[in-house]
């Protein structure tokens, strides 16, 4: 299927709008100076000339090219792309939250600081952290936070010359530059050969300069980090704070605390995690949750409950500041709160086991079919390489990806961590049933079938789709 531009779509003459005469009186219309005759066009507006009914048709038909979770398995792993329950769209859409303005007097928004306030309650006790501030407007906003709130600490104990970020070295480069951009060091510590940490090299780069150490918990090659509270101990002795990456965290709802692991601060992807809207350059939000000693320095004004009534308190002379206009991204919040409510306690355990059962059954689907570096048990992602099918018949992780979009489907992340070689990590996540599992891993079968047997249809995939298959700098 091909669309026009509807430049290429205008005939002379045709508009999209038609308004009735003007039946004002003679002489109402105001005098207006004209403009000055270096801003007067001499030639004609190419726009485009069509019916509302061809605008209609053109955007309606450009919408029914997009891919998303709403119409199949978004297995994109690293990103969690679970779906959306639109009872949370109903009730972000009711006018008593969309018309509430943040510069309201207090009295007039109970019902909003209520809603943040029992928010930043539920994710405290899912965290085992004691407090926080929603006022990240994404995950990565939410890592500069964390980051601040650290560095208003070490510098409330005399310790401005601690500057290092240790991150693992199959992190998300989110994670890396969120800490530059904060203005830190960055450095690398390796993972073992079975995808842990490694704590040796982890204890020689423990040094005076370390401020903090981020680690996820699944991390992301999908395996569970078992020895975090000996590494929170090594981090504490040496003066740094454990920081936890909640990327991953949809794998550990109401399984287990961070706190209980020994991290000091946590921030979530609550459009992961918690079923707020995610990508596609919209509005996002982020949770920064801290242990006792760091909630003096958490962004103001925080929420208090004074007797019966809400406030918002300003006060604190160790607090980092306001960090984002406003309330934050409230509707989002109140998305992600609709969600928790909706799922309970036992609910959010579930959806964690289910997105943990979902990812061994469908990668016990496919462990014949890739490289499993890390053998075939898995949290919710796992990654497979296809360095064999690559040397074998020519397959590279690229060509199984383009074929997928070739099938329909949108393709498991590509190319990540860096240190496998040929790379796919997939997620299914918990919102998708076992046969749509099985029909991904028996189209993903077909694909190697039929790409061992005709390399020019896998390499040249997608065939049939708007846009052809992209370089890889392009693509990215």
Sequence with gaps: MSERLLIELSKPGRKAYSFPPMDLPRGFEKTVDPLPADLVRTTKALLPEVSELDVVRHFTRLSN??????????PLGACTMKYNPKVSETVDGMPSLTQMHPMQDTASTQGCLSLMYNLLEDLSSITGMRWG??????ALHGTCIGLNVIRAWLRSQNQTERNTVLVSDVASPAESEAARCRGFVVRMVKTTPKGQLDRSDLSTQLDASVAAVV???PNALGLFETETRSIASMVHQAGGKLYYDGVNFNALMGMATVRDMGFDLVHLDLQKTFAAPHGGGGPGAGAVLVSDELVPFLPKPDIVLTENTYALDWTGDRTIGKSCVFWGNFLVLAQAYVYIL??????LRAASAHAVLN????LSLLKDQFDLPFGDRCMHQFVVSCKSLKERYGISARDIAMALIERGYHPPTLGFP????????????ESESVETLDKLAKTIKEIIQKGTADPAWIHGCPHH?????LDG????
């Design 65 to 74: 090219l997009s891919y998303g979770v709403d119409e199949g398995i978004d």
């Design 133 to 138: 501030t929603l006022q990240a407007c994404s």
């Design 215 to 217: 680690l996820s918990n």
């Design 342 to 347: 909706r799922m309970g306690s036992d609910g």
């Design 359 to 362: 990812a061994n059954y469908l």
């Design 418 to 429: 860096a240190s496998v070689e040929e790379a796919l990590v997939f997620e299914p996540t």
């Design 465 to 469: 789709t708007v846009v052809g298959r």
């Design 473 to 476: 700098s392009y693509g990215a």
